[in-house]
């Protein structure tokens, strides 16, 4: 039957059955919304405690490396994929209820005001423009699906100000951020403090250097070409190495040379220049000459509209202790000159997999970070969010969790309460004990029993966010005294 005659048939349809086929779609559209949850439960806790029952197929991959290929994912996770709080404005008429699947920990009710009143300057439209976000982590955040998550739920809430850093380059294969183009072409080395680092420690915010010696080696960065984020800048913060033997670059917006930089200097520090655009779309493109060592470290995209700036900084590979190959120095004048107001710390991934880590040792190199990064961001809430749960293979075939991760995640809690910070218990928002075989189950776990995949990443990341946004509602609504500085603590 052709297209014509489908019409004929329509219209000529008795009277009362096509108003049975009205009533039919319109309470068949009232039940689907009703049915639907905006930051709902997000998992059954009873199919998570089901446990360790599952066989992973193969070989399992690299522990650095996050997976590629898993279970396909249930239909039934379709919602978990989007924000659980979404506003069409800036700044939402009425607060919104969030039920959330684990809260962040923060027992003086204080680790976390630095950045509860930003948020409150930002969405009181006072002379605030921007709220800044540092979130460091491992091989977890390499693809922005977590980190990704946060963002584009807390842009949609208080609006998009920017993207944020990116590396000037691809360290790993499967390196990448969620709504910006990036890339690189070229002889470029990659420099990560975890795997091939520099001797004198200057890796740029991101952890990651990148030096040629090459002419015409590119790395570009810019806007998406299409979205409700990531398709407007109005600045690009580039940051690179001055050096005695330092080279020169072309700097090109869109194509256009705007400017060649020389990084010969009479010492060594890092470097930022601020490039201005028209707002809106473009691209930056950075292009050697090749009359001498170019180190670069990365770009910041910033918007000149009001809201959410996010840097995903992912170190694959990296453990807490390998964070101190940082140049102090250097460090904290890469902090201090991002003026965050919330620093997150997701780290364990790569001691979790370890039958034995030294605890105590472990908990004096997180202390030790946690108060270099406060020396360069002192007015920031820092916030750790605690290791996943990870599973082994028995030689019967079934898999049990890993003794580590519930022990690292214990410790980080002690660590970060001690030292004035908030926690987030990722392992108990999974299911605790044998939750990772469970979400290998579901496809939230990947087939290396360490990382989740994608669909798993942004659940986590759309609990995390949901953990910050109901903390700011609290403190909005005055449950939350904010008396008292975080050093005072």
């Not at 693809?143 to 739920?153: A, E, H, K, N, V």
């Not at 997180?366 to 920031?380: C, D, H, K, S, V």
Request: proline share 6%; with cysteine.
């Amino acid at each position: 039957m052709n297209r014509s005659n489908d019409r004929s048939a329509v219209a000529q349809l008795p009277p009362k059955t096509g108003q049975l086929m009205v009533w039919i779609a319109v309470f068949g559209t009232i039940a689907l919304l009703g049915h639907h949850q905006w930051g709902g439960t997000l998992l059954d806790d009873s199919d998570l405690d089901e446990g360790p029952v599952v066989s992973p197929p193969g070989p399992l991959p690299a522990v650095a490396r996050p997976p590629v290929l898993s279970p396909a994912p249930s239909a039934s996770v379709a919602e978990l994929m989007v924000p659980s709080v979404v506003a069409a404005e800036r700044r939402p008429p009425t607060r919104q209820v969030i039920q959330l699947r684990q809260a962040i920990e923060d027992p003086h009710s204080r680790a976390m005001c630095p950045f509860y009143r930003a948020l409150d300057e930002l969405e009181g439209q006072r002379p605030r423009s921007s709220v800044r976000i540092l979130h460091y982590g491992d091989s977890i955040l390499s693809t922005d699906q977590l980190s990704g998550q946060i963002r584009r739920t807390l842009q949609h809430r208080f609006g998009d100000a920017g993207h944020g850093f990116v590396l000037l380059g691809k360290p790993w294969s499967w390196y990448r951020h969620l709504d910006v183009k990036h890339g690189a072409r070229g002889n470029w080395r990659p420099r990560p403090l975890t795997s091939d680092p520099v001797s004198d420690g200057m890796f740029g915010l991101g952890g990651v250097a990148f030096e040629t010696w090459e002419s015409n080696a590119v790395a570009w960065a810019g806007t998406a070409k299409r979205g409700p984020l990531g398709t407007r800048v109005a600045s690009f913060d580039l940051s690179y190495l001055a050096h005695p033997r330092g080279g020169s670059f072309d700097v090109l917006v869109n194509n256009r040379v705007v400017r060649r930089i020389n990084t010969k200097g009479d010492s060594m520090g890092s470097v930022h220049q601020q490039i201005d655009v028209v707002p809106g779309g473009a691209r930056l493109k950075v292009r050697t000459v090749g009359n001498g060592k170019v180190r670069l470290f990365g770009v910041t995209l910033k918007s000149d509209q009001p809201g959410i700036v996010y840097d995903s900084l992912a170190i694959n590979g990296a453990r807490v202790a390998t964070l101190e190959r940082f140049d102090k120095t250097h460090w904290q004048s890469e902090l201090a000159h991002a003026g965050a107001s919330l620093v997150v710390l997701m780290f364990g991934a790569n001691e979790a997999h370890r039958q034995f880590v030294a605890l105590d040792e472990y908990r004096q190199h997180l202390e030790q970070i946690i108060r270099t990064m406060r020396q360069g961001a002192p007015n920031a809430a820092f916030l750790v969010v605690g290791p996943l749960d990870q599973a082994r293979r028995r030689p019967d075939g079934l898999l049990r969790s890993r003794r580590m991760p519930a022990k690292l995640s214990q410790l980080q809690r002690q660590v970060a309460l001690n030292e004035g910070c908030a926690f987030y218990d990722t392992y108990s928002a999974m299911g605790g004990k044998n939750s990772m075989a469970a979400w290998f189950r579901k496809g939230w776990g990947g087939g290396d029993l360490i990382h989740p995949t994608g669909t798993g990443s942004r659940i986590l990341g759309s609990w995390i966010s949901d953990a910050l946004l109901a903390g700011y509602e609290h403190y909005a609504d005055g449950e939350i005294s904010c008396g008292l500085s975080v050093t005072s603590l």
